[in-house]
């Protein structure tokens, strides 16, 4: 079995509030290879990390009287959402808010850290550098935020090369669940590229037929010509029954190698409420399972990376294998 290398998803997310300096410094601390920031823009055009440009779940926005006038409801790629979005603030304004956690019921210890500012991708970038570290970067709503001005990619790419990151060698990968930003990519720069896939559905920029036929030999196929990597779903490689039990993998993962791409699955939660019904300990949701035998199980499928919210949990499990 190879060890896969470990990327932090929003940080070590499951320990401390996602997309906060806490998680990423904790997920660096606990070994991980790379931090994943999803990055949406601010009004004056700055890139900044937070899960959703909507975040009224993930920051005090809404004890702040100030801001009580921004409350607004827009539509982002077909779901219609009310509350404060990033686009309507500037980096400034953003700076006056604190990050919060966003699974409350689930993860009520991470509470504790209410002090956390908004993270912008510039200091996480000279973070990661100052840690000898990787980012894994998530393009939100490319073709939404194109629509209003406030395109990412230029910015984003820039942002890297400002650090001294323009090659496929460095340790900098940029996904998406759309495809026509990342074929502009692949034009516009030489970093290394992931194709991100839902378990149903199709890319919001209506630029393929579905997740599905992406995922076949053929789609794949079309994949590599623009990117290095895709990112799949869990289920896309291990499927469940109606029970929620795992079911044998899926050719997914050979299919992809066989097409010259690398494998890097989301997300793994050690919380039963996330595992796979043989795997849970407990009826408690909260609960931790056997979280190291899906990542095992994924590993021996033969993925080469993985997200992970417990970057920890997946170093001690994979700590005496060798990395690809």
Request: glycine share 8%; net charge negative; no cysteine.
């Amino acid at each position: 079995m190879g060890k896969p290398f470990i990327i932090g998803h929003r940080g070590a997310s499951g320990e401390r509030p996602e997309h906060t300096l806490a998680a990423y410094a904790l997920a660096f601390d606990q070994g991980a290879d790379f931090v994943e920031p999803d990055v949406v823009p601010t009004k004056d055009g700055h890139l900044v990390a937070r899960h959703e440009n909507e975040i009224s779940g993930t920051t005090d926005v809404a004890d702040h009287p100030e801001f009580a006038h921004r409350r607004t409801t827009r539509t982002i790629d077909g779901q219609t959402l009310t509350g404060w979005f990033t686009e309507d603030f500037t980096l400034a304004e953003l700076s006056t808010l604190r990050a919060r956690e966003r699974l409350l019921q689930l993860r009520p210890a991470n509470t504790a850290w209410k002090d956390e500012p908004i993270v912008t991708l510039d200091a996480l970038i000279g973070y990661a550098r100052e840690r000898g570290r990787g980012v894994v970067a998530e393009i939100k709503h490319s073709s939404y935020f194109a629509s209003i001005g406030l395109a990412l990619e230029e910015k984003l790419v820039a942002l890297f090369a400002r650090h001294g990151w323009t090659r496929r060698t460095d340790p900098v990968w940029i996904e998406s669940f759309e495809v026509a930003n990342l074929k502009a990519l692949r034009a516009a720069s030489d970093l290394k590229l992931v194709q991100l896939l839902e378990e149903k559905g199709a890319p919001a920029d209506g630029s393929a037929e579905s997740y599905a036929a992406m995922a076949t030999p053929a789609g794949l196929k079309a994949i590599a010509g623009y990117a290095d990597a895709i990112g799949p779903a869990k289920a896309l490689i291990v499927p469940r029954d109606a029970d929620g039990r795992s079911l044998p993998p899926t050719r997914l993962v050979d299919d992809a190698h066989a097409a010259g791409l690398k494998v890097i699955p989301w997300t793994f939660r050690s919380e039963n409420l996330f595992l796979p019904a043989e795997l849970r300990e407990g009826a408690d949701p909260r609960e931790h399972g056997r979280a190291a035998d899906e990542l095992r199980m994924f590993a021996a499928a033969g993925v080469d990376g993985l997200f992970t919210d417990f970057p920890g949990e997946a170093v001690t499990v994979f700590e005496s294998s060798p990395r690809p």
